[in-house]
C-alpha cells in the first residue's frame, strides 16, 4: 500500500502599501532572507528548492504518491495553500524552516492539523534542525522533524510509517516517543551523491503547472535557464555559513559524477530547452581535477548549452578558467568574504587575495562575467579590518559586486560566539532575517557606521570601473549579450524590480 505525501515550500507575505508586499526567501536559497516585490509579480531572485525535489523523487522512486507545490514560486498565499492540502487529504506534508520564519511555521503546522488531524507533520530546514527537540515538545501538532541533509531520512521515515515499523533506527530523525520527544542524532551525509536520484523538476513550481524555467539567478546571462548542482558542501570553516554549519554539519565535501552532471544538463536542455545551466552549488571549484572531468564529458557529449556557477577564486588556474569557458561557461560568481588577511586566517578560508585578482583577469580575457561577494560585521572584525576589506574591494575589476553585513544564525558559530560574549539583542527570531540587522551588537564596531562606510564603498567601486575603459568596454559587450540571452522585456523588467526593492529597503 501506497502512502501519499504533499511537499511545499509555504509563501510568507504581508502588504506593504496598495501595490507591494514583503517576502521570504527560505526553501532553496543557503541564506534565508525577505524581499521587497510588487504584489502579483514573481521575485526578480527565486532559487530553486533542491532538497523537496531531490526529497520529492527519492519518495517517488521508493513508490509513495507525492504532489508538490512551491507556493513562493507560484506566489500563492497561505489561503490557497491550504485549500490545495485539504483537497488532496495527504497521509503526510512536508516542509523546511527558517529561523526568521519559525513562527508562521508553527502556527502553519498547526493550521494543517487542525483541518487535517490523521495527516501526520514532517519538518526539517535549518531551524528545526537546530532545536529539534524543543520544537517537538512545545508544538503537539508537529510529528517529525528531520534534521540537517534528509532526503534519505525521510524515504526511511515514510517506509516505516507505511509499514507500522520503529522509528529508532532512523538516523536523522526527533520524534516524540513515549516518554516524551527524542532525537535519534545526526545522520552520516549522503555518499556518494548518485545515490540520489535526479531532482524532480517535473513536480517543481507544482505537480499540476511543472516549469523549472521559473526559478531565476540574476546572474544568468539566458533564458531558460535551469539551476542544477554538481556538488554539496564546503572544505572552509566560515563561522557565519548557516548551510555547512547547520545542514552538513561541516561534512566533507562530495560531488556528483562528471557523467550524471553531464547526462543531466543534456537532459535539462531537451527536456526544457535549457539555455543556460546554473550551478547553484556551495562551491563548484574547490576540486579542479573534477571541474576539468566535467568539462571534458560536455564536450565529449558535443553539449552546446551555457554555464555558469557559484565557485571560488582558491583553486583556479588560467587553465582550467580556459578549459571552462570553452566547455561554455559564461558566469562565476566567487566568496572573498573580506580583504584583510588576519581575517583570512581566523576564518579558515585560504584565499590569497593576490590571486583573486589574477582570476578576474583570467575570466575577464575568456569573456567569463564575475561577481565577487563580501561580508562585513564578522566576529573578529575591527575598523581596519573593515577598511582593508572596502579597499581591496574597491581595487577588485569584478564586473559585478555584493557586499552583506553578516547575521548571526543560530546553529552557526558567530552565533554562539556572540551569545557567549552576551551581544545578541534578541531571541525574537522574526528579526533573525538574512537582509536585516540589528539583532546583535559587535564586539568592536558600530554597525550603522560600518552600514554607511559600505555605501560609501559601493559608490566608489563603480565610480572607479566607471572611469576604466576596459571594464566599461567589457560591460557593453555583456549588456548586449545578456540582451540577446534574456531578451529586452525581461532584462528591463528584472532591473526596475532590483532598483525598486532597493530603493524601498533604504527608506
Known amino acids: ?249 561541516n561534512g566533507r565535501y562530495r560531488t556528483f559524477s562528471p557523467a550524471r552532471i553531464a547526462a543531466e544538463m543534456l537532459a535539462l536542455k531537451e527536456r526544457y530547452g535549457a539555455k543556460e545551466i546554473y550551478f547553484d552549488d556551495d562551491d563548484f571549484t574547490i576540486i579542479a581535477a573534477h571541474v576539468d572531468a566535467l568539462c571534458a564529458e560536455i564536450k565529449r557529449l558535443g553539449l552546446k548549452v551555457k554555464w555558469s556557477c557559484m565557485g571560488d577564486a582558491i583553486n583556479l588556474t588560467p587553465e582550467l578558467v580556459g578549459r571552462m569557458a570553452d566547455a561554455g561557461c559564461v558566469g562565476i560568481k566567487f566568496g572573498v568574504e573580506t580583504g584583510s588577511p588576519r581575517l583570512l586566517e581566523t576564518l579558515g578560508k585560504p584565499v590569497d587575495l593576490a590571486r583573486v585578482k589574477l582570476v578576474t583577469r583570467w575570466c575577464a580575457a575568456r569573456g567569463i562575467k564575475t561577481h565577487a561577494t563580501f561580508s562585513l560585521g564578522l566576529f573578529d572584525d575591527d575598523l581596519a579590518s573593515v577598511g582593508e576589506t572596502l579597499a581591496f574591494m574597491e581595487s577588485l575589476d569584478s564586473d559585478t559586486i555584493q557586499v552583506s553585513v553578516c547575521t548571526p544564525f543560530p546553529g552557526t558559530r558567530f552565533f554562539d560566539k556572540a551569545d557567549k560574549a552576551g551581544l545578541l539583542k534578541t531571541r525574537d527570531w522574526e528579526k533573525y532575517d538574512g537582509k536585516a540587522s540589528g539583532v546583535a551588537s559587535h564586539p568592536a564596531l558600530d554597525l550603522d557606521e560600518v552600514e554607511k562606510l559600505r555605501s560609501r564603498a559601493l559608490r566608489r567601486w563603480l565610480l572607479r570601473r566607471l572611469t576604466s575603459p576596459g571594464w566599461v568596454f567589457r560591460q557593453a559587450r555583456y549588456f548586449f549579450r545578456v540582451l540577446l540571452g534574456l531578451g529586452p522585456a525581461f532584462m528591463f523588467g528584472q532591473l526596475r524590480d532590483i532598483f525598486e526593492e532597493e530603493r524601498r529597503l533604504g527608506g
Request: charged share 20%; aromatic share 12%; hydrophobic share 40%.
Open 1 to 249: 500500500m501506497s502512502m501519499s505525501f504533499f511537499i511545499f515550500n509555504p509563501l510568507y507575505s504581508s502588504r506593504l502599501g496598495d501595490k507591494h508586499e514583503k517576502y521570504f526567501i527560505r526553501s532553496g536559497s543557503r541564506w534565508p532572507h525577505s524581499g521587497i516585490k510588487r504584489r502579483g509579480r514573481l521575485p526578480h531572485y527565486l532559487p530553486f528548492p533542491f532538497f523537496l525535489a531531490y526529497a520529492a523523487a527519492w519518495l517517488k522512486r521508493d513508490g509513495f504518491s507525492v504532489v508538490c507545490c512551491d507556493c513562493v514560486a507560484l506566489d500563492l498565499p497561505l489561503a490557497g495553500l491550504l485549500k490545495k492540502i485539504s483537497a488532496e487529504k495527504p497521509e503526510a506534508v512536508f516542509f523546511e524552516t527558517a529561523t526568521a520564519t519559525i513562527k508562521h511555521d508553527l502556527s502553519l503546522a498547526a493550521e494543517i492539523k487542525r483541518l487535517l488531524p490523521e495527516t501526520k507533520v514532517i519538518l526539517g530546514g535549518p531551524h528545526s534542525t537546530v532545536f529539534p527537540e524543543q520544537t517537538l515538545a512545545e508544538n503537539p501538532a508537529v510529528d517529525f522533524i528531520l534534521t540537517g541533509e534528509y532526503e534519505e531520512a525521510l524515504a526511511e521515515l515514510a517506509a516505516a510509517m507505511r509499514d507500522s515499523l520503529s522509528f529508532d533506527a532512523i538516523k536523522g530523525l526527533a520524534w516524540r516517543a513515549p516518554a516524551g520527544p527524542v532525537s535519534n542524532g545526526r545522520r552520516p551525509l549522503i555518499e556518494p551523491l548518485d545515490k540520489l536520484p535526479a531532482p524532480a523538476y517535473d513536480q517543481f513550481p507544482a505537480t499540476w503547472q511543472p516549469d523549472p524555467a521559473v526559478y531565476w539567478d540574476g546572474f544568468c546571462q539566458h533564458r531558460p535557464a535551469i539551476q542544477m548542482h554538481a556538488s554539496r558542501g564546503c572544505p572552509y570553516r566560515c563561522d557565519f555559513c548557516l548551510w555547512n554549519q547547520v545542514m552538513y554539519a
